[in-house]
């Protein structure tokens, strides 16, 4: 099964899923994801994050997400994100915005030295690869 589990105690787990919000769900599956790239001995050596834009958060903890899929640099990573990122700061604003903010995010990673690619496929369909 590769679904995180929470342990209480020794002998008690269970799925992540009932014990916790729905985006702090999403963002342990992302975690637990990006750790079976990294520890794992059997994975592929690529993950695909179909959008993670589309969730909720601070502009920070999505160019954390950003951040730590380029840092892995012997897998690849990418995630594709079809509209304007949903974070905190920009939600009810969304219409007013005139720049893509994950081309600025993904701006702002590789600024950080980081290899962060951004693949503008078309206006509706942006596609960040980290190799």
Not at 35 to 57: A, N, Y
Not at 71 to 80: A, G, H, R
Request: aromatic content about 6%; charged content about 30%.
């Amino acid at each position: 099964k590769y679904l995180p589990v929470i342990k209480h105690g020794e002998n008690n787990e269970e799925e992540i899923r009932a014990d916790s919000s729905a985006s702090d769900f999403i963002r342990s599956i992302w975690a637990y994801y990006l750790t079976l790239l990294t520890d794992s001995k059997r994975h592929p050596g690529f993950l695909v994050m179909d959008e993670p834009c589309q969730h909720s958060m601070k502009e920070a903890s999505l160019t954390h997400l950003f951040e730590e899929c380029a840092s892995i640099t012997d897998k690849q990573t990418i995630l594709f994100c079809s509209s304007q990122p949903k974070t905190e700061e920009n939600e009810e604003e969304k219409e007013k915005l005139g720049s893509n903010l994950i081309e600025e995010l993904s701006k702002k990673v590789r600024d950080n030295g980081l290899n962060l690619k951004y693949i503008n496929i078309d206006p509706k369909a942006i596609t960040l690869l980290d190799q």
